[in-house]
């Protein structure tokens, strides 16, 4: 009769854990750009909104103006913002007569962000009432 011999070793192989090494690493090195990712969308939505908030404060100015203020005049307008951060935001607005009474207002913001032109826009039609 043969003696059979049962292999009783257990465990892995170098191969087996290299092959583990080497995912866990790529898992990591995922996780770790997250934060940067993260950062850098935060960044993008500070400057939006505060490109948002330069030009809804344009229009609450103008909103409350007469219609025959120098600001109201047909024609280009415009001004520059410095954020806190350095970030400098032209306010441009464009003002074009309908009537007598009614004016198309619109509203351009616009920046640089990290050597890419933004800007944000929004429009309003001013009536005066007399």
């Known amino acids: 009769m043969k003696k059979v011999k049962v292999n009783t070793e257990a465990g892995f192989t170098l191969i087996e854990v290299l092959v583990a090494m080497v995912i866990v690493a790529i898992g990591l090195l995922a996780v770790a ?3 940067v990712t993260v950062m850098r969308g935060n960044n ?9 908030f330069g030009a809804m404060d ?11 203020e120098a600001e ?3 024609g280009n307008h415009s001004r520059v913002i ?17 009537d007598t ?3 198309n207002v619109a ?3 616009s920046w640089t962000d990290r050597g890419a032109a ?9 009536t005066s009432f007399m």
């Open 33 to 35: 750009t997250m934060p």
């Open 44 to 52: 993008v939505a500070q400057r939006v909104t505060e490109a948002s």
């Open 58 to 68: 344009q229009l609450d100015q103008l909103m409350v103006l007469d219609n025959n």
């Open 72 to 74: 109201l005049t047909a």
């Open 82 to 98: 410095t954020a806190n951060d350095g970030v400098r935001y032209t306010v441009a607005w464009n003002v074009t007569n309908l």
């Open 101 to 103: 009474s009614r004016k």
């Open 107 to 109: 509203v351009i913001v």
């Open 118 to 126: 933004k800007q944000a826009q929004f429009a309003y039609i001013k």
